[in-house]
Structure formats: C-alpha cells, structure tokens
Nanobody
Framework: QVQLVESGGGLVQAGGSLRLSCAAS????????MGWFRQAPGKEREFVAH????????FYADSVKGRFTISRDNAKNTVYLQMNSLIPEDTAVYYCAAGWNYRGSYSTPAIDNYDYWGQGTQVTVSS
C-alpha cells in the first residue's frame, strides 16, 4: 500500500521560506515522477512543480519559477519543495503526488496524471 506523508507546512511572513517534505512508502519512486500541487480556498488544485524521475527534468508553474526548487532523495524515497520569497498568493494546502500514469505530458502536468496523493499540508503566508 502506497502512502505519501507531507510535512513542513506552517505560517510564515511574506518574503520568508519554508521547506516541504513528502516521504513515500510502499514502493520506490526513484524511477518515477514525484511532484507538488496546491489548492487555495475556493480554487481548483493546481500544479506547482514536479521531478520526472531521479536526475530527470523538472518542471515548474510560471508563478513559482525562480522562487521554488524541487529536489528528491532516492535513498529516503522523499521529495522536497524549497519555497523562498513567499508571497500571500502562495497560501494553500500543498499536496504531494507520485506515480505518473502516462496519460499526459510531463511539461503540462494535471491532477489526472498522478496515481498517488498525500493528505496535504497547510502553508499560510501573511502579508
């Protein structure tokens, strides 16, 4: 049984930083895509960033390019999201996703492209 457990969310002032972690269990994702999506109140879940496979290409939403960095530790079966220069618009529940099902393109990832999801972690950025 695959489980994804996120951690690292919290409350931070604008301009600050947070590092999210997502630890996977049940199978290895070293050769598979892992990524992050987020959902703000009243909005649909949207793509943030993903890593296609270990040392493979990474993709970012335009809104976070240059501020967020995705990385992974295969030994720990964990993916990270380093978030710098946070702004209030980054406030959302952040969800970890893993297991690409090849129903779409890596360059335009969608919710339906991933098979496994974490429970989410809240990130709140105050102005």
């Amino acid at each position: 049984q695959v489980q994804l457990v996120e951690s690292g969310g919290g409350l931070v002032q604008a301009g600050g930083s947070l590092r999210l972690s997502c630890a996977a269990s049940g199978r290895s994702f070293s050769s598979d895509a892992m990524g992050w999506f987020r959902q703000a109140p009243g909005k649909e879940r949207e793509f943030v960033a993903h890593s296609t496979w270990s040392r493979g290409p990474t993709f970012y939403a335009d809104s976070v390019k240059g501020r967020f960095t995705i990385s992974r530790d295969n030994a720990k079966n964990t993916v990270y999201l380093q978030m710098n220069s946070l702004i209030p618009e980054d406030t959302a529940v952040y969800y970890c996703a893993a297991g690409w099902n090849y129903r779409g393109s890596y360059s335009t990832p969608a919710i339906d492209n991933y098979d496994y999801w974490g429970q989410g972690t809240q990130v709140t950025v105050s102005s």
